[in-house]
């Protein structure tokens, strides 16, 4: 008999709901069925595209007497992580300081009014690898509970307010003068744990951390340091050769289990492959490497292939396992390449370093082993193999769509749009966007959390509007429809309203289901905090806006916690890219002119040559006053040609008309050279700004 998950929309959830476990959803029900039982809560939070999540599931959640157990002792409590960061958050702070580490499937047990007492993650069905089995570990909370009660309840007690504190880590500080020197000493920690021989950080299991590397372009843009962009190139490099990237479809897996890139988790995560499609379309501007732009958009291609509903919005996840196998879909042997293949076979394996012997359980991962050109020839080959592939069982995907997630892809279509002169984009971008605003967003301006199935719910965190308002302040640069502009000040307006500290912001709005602790997280995970993704965007927004009030809560966020920036950038990149921002004094640079004349679009070629992150641009038509965009306020045009007008801490150069001008005031006004600057004519810079033109598709593109 199905539980009561069975009415949710979750995947992840409604994959649990014929369990034997009596699940509930988290709310209400639940809650008031343990206090009115006098029963603790086991609370388990997980995700559709987790491995060991279904391991849980198939070894225990299933197991007729391990849920006879949970049914009799406690409320079962499922929840889905990507549906609810801020309960994901909360118990995970708890569980890493009752358990020294943390993770999925996550493992809690509550009080009845939710406070947490003892947690872990992953426990398996009998004792092995140092752990308990977790049917011992449910009697003997059990237990605990009905002899040991007081004993909890104070435990419970001390690490609430520890979690709390945590969570109240800016208040009462003092405001601090942000300072270039918060830069370089996180440069040098991140110079100093950087893995030279195969890039990125840390040793095994090693995650991308596209965050990192966006700040390291950024600081060599500024400083011109070598080994900003070594490190930067050397990683991405070493990142797009391996098995964590898809050779054949295109996109990223979440993460290697090993050092060196070979060997993936499976799953696809929407955030990664956002994050990472801009990272190399960045490195592409500044290097002029082909590879990189390549690697962008079969990213890119791969999203709207197998991740885009047809209503516009974007999944979330695919799943790491098929057919019950974890990467069954993905690898390969030497005889099923050379079925497909023939005589190209050969060529293909030793390009892609598939052996008998395998690299992955008998088989084999494909790993680029070869040349970029080797690569290159070997495209027909890979779109013979990846058409073939598309005959399996594909992983299962979780079909819901997140605010927040939703708002970093659609950055990354928005700018990649611009960028590549690929129409195609553009139009992914924008229908994202109406969707969002569409879909998401009620009557009176708040946006909701998830969506799936025509079913928006859950009210919004911080990290969706946050998100959003940088996808918008993108997509708005490449089309400058002020719909989009206007969309992105509305959201800020409600951050500021409903989201605000006494330093920055919390997770959750001031009406929001109340919960053991207001949550506010400041680090970043494997996207971007929601505070530091705030600061940003209210920077950047503050320049169109014309707006001191935007500057002022992004700055004042961003002052106390420079400490922490300068000593764990890896923690806090994204926050170091908003300090980077707001110290480069960024050009704010307004252009009069018809969209379609041909003045107006070499100005605005100008703006999207080479790596430029610390500008924003707005575009008005001659005399269209009151301008929607406050940077355009009172603008006009030289002898009837198009103009702009380039501003720095609010104070306007003299406009100028020819693209020449532009470039030289965009470039004296920056703290770097024009040759550290570096303005690449290669593979991001074939075509002019007015003729879009598709350079390459992932196989299988529609």
Known sequence: MPNHLVNETSPYLLQHAENPVDWYPWGEEALQKAQAEDKPIFLS???SACHWCHVMAHESFQDERVAAILNEHFVSVKVDREERPDLDHIYMSAVQALAGRGGWPMSVFLTPDGQPFYGGTYFPPTPRYGMPAFADVLLAVA?????????????????????ERQMMVLGGVKRETVKRETLAAAFGNLRRGFNQEHGGWGGAPKFPQPMALEFLLR??????????????????????????????????????????????????????????????????????????????EETLDYVVREMTDSSGGFYSTQDADS??????????????????????????????GVTERGNFEGRNILELKGSLEEREALADARRRLFEVREQRVHPGRDDKVLASWNGLMLAAFAEAARVLRRDDYRAVAERNAAFLLDQLRTSDGRLAHTWKAGVAKANGYLEDYAHLIEGLLELYQTTFDPRWYR??????????????????????????????????????????????????????????????????????????????LARYPLGFAQWLIALDYVLSHPREIAIVGDP???????????????????????????????????????RGQIEGRATAYVCIDF????????PEALLELIETTSPSSRERIGIKKGPCHKTPYSEPQIWHQAPGFP
């Open 651 to 658: 104070v306007c150069h003299p406009p100028v008309t020819e």
């Open 45 to 47: 939070i997980g995700y």
């Open 487 to 564: 969309a992105a000040v509305e959201l800020a307006e409600t951050v500021i309203e409903h989201f605000s500290a006494p330093v920055g912001f919390f997770d959750t709005s001031d009406d929001h289901e109340p919960l053991i602790v207001r949550p506010r997280e400041l680090q970043d995970n494997a996207v971007p905090s929601g505070n530091a993704m705030a600061a940003f965007v209210l920077l950047r927004l503050g320049g169109l806006a014309e707006e001191l009030r935007y500057l002022d809560l992004a700055q004042a966020a961003l002052g106390p916690l420079q400490p922490m």
């Open 219 to 296: 600081y060599h843009h500024t400083t011109g340091d070598s080994d900003a962009l070594h490190m930067v190139t050397h990683t991405l490099d070493a990142m797009a050769r391996g098995g964590m990237y898809d050779q054949l479809g295109g996109g990223f897996h979440r993460y290697s289990v090993d050092d060196h890139w070979l060997t993936p988790h499976f799953e696809k995560m929407l955030y990664d492959n956002a994050q990472l499609a801009r990272v190399y379309l960045h490195a592409c501007l500044v290097t002029g490497e082909p590879f990189f732009r390549a690697i962008a």
């Open 596 to 634: 379609a004349a041909a003045d107006t679009r070499a100005l605005l070629d100008v703006c999207v040559s080479g790596y430029r992150p610390h500008q924003i641009v707005a575009l008005g038509e001659p005399g269209a006053q009151p301008a929607a965009v406050p940077l355009l306020q009172e």
């Open 143 to 163: 237990d605990a509970w009905q002899n040991r009660r007081q004993e909890l309840l104070d435990g419970s007690r001390q690490l609430v307010a520890s979690i």
């Open 323 to 352: 057919e019950g196998e974890e990467g069954k879909f993905f690898i390969w042997t030497p005889d099923e390449v050379r079925a497909v293949l023939g005589d190209q076979a050969d060529h293909f394996i030793e390009v892609y």
